[in-house]
């Protein structure tokens, strides 16, 4: 996964997608192989040091007891409110946090349980960006927003992200089909990887998911 690329990472629930994530931030550490960032394996790297060159958002969207604006800010408290905003417009969380009595200083209950998920999502997408480390690692992180809102989103990821490394797992065809590489995972296995055109002549698991999600492509070569 090289600076200025988005790699994904496919396959079904049980595949292995979080587990990478978990690795990559070591949650727990490999006990065979080795991750290098920076060419460095990263058991030799302080964890503090490791976690903050990273931009991470989990699959289950985490917020704090606060504000919206010191979730946001989570990496350093005196953010100034422009790079906040920033971030909210770039996670597309301004409008909804506009819409609020408090706007950025509005409450945020412990575990977010005030706001909906996709708003939750949103907020540590955000939080994530706020953060501009060089690379960021998405589990899951566009499964509660609808595609148009996903879409636009990405869209602004790309421009603001423009030269840092991007991971993304998912389990949405849609999703993938956008990046640069896509590995399939299967099992704990990579049984494909390349880009979607690449993929849908030549991997079985990844057409399917593509299929079932999205129908049947309109030309062969995957309806690019």
Do not use: W
């Not at 460095?40 to 917020?63: A, E, F, H, T, W």
């Not at 408290?77 to 408090?102: C, S, W």
């Not at 960006?129 to 990821?157: G, Q, W």
């Amino acid at each position: 996964a090289r600076p200025g690329t988005t790699t994904a990472f496919i396959g079904a629930t049980g595949s292995g997608k979080s587990t990478l994530m978990n690795l990559l931030v070591r949650f727990y550490d490999v006990t065979s192989g080795r991750i290098l960032v920076s060419g460095r394996d990263i058991r030799k790297v302080r964890l503090k040091d490791l976690r903050g060159k990273i931009g991470y958002v989990p699959q289950k969207s985490v917020l704090f007891s606060g504000t919206i604006r010191s979730n946001l800010a989570y990496s350093d408290p005196q953010m100034p409110l422009d790079a906040v905003r920033r971030a909210a417009d770039i996670a597309q969380a301004a409008d909804f946090i506009e819409e609020k009595p408090g706007g950025y200083e509005d409450p945020i209950a412990q575990g977010g349980t005030n706001v909906s998920g996709g708003q939750k999502q949103r907020l540590s997408i955000g939080r994530a960006i706020a953060k501009n480390a060089p690379v960021y690692a998405f589990d899951d992180s566009f499964s509660a927003l609808d595609y148009l809102t996903e879409s636009k989103l990405r869209r602004e990821l790309n421009v603001f992200l423009r030269g840092k490394t991007q991971i993304i797992v998912t389990q949405r065809a849609a999703t993938a089909m956008r990046c640069d590489i896509i590995y399939v995972l299967d099992r704990g296995k990579v049984v494909g990887s390349g880009t979607h055109a690449e993929l849908m002549e030549n991997c079985p698991i990844y057409r399917e998911i593509y299929v079932s999600q999205l129908g049947e492509p309109t030309s062969e070569k995957g309806g690019e």
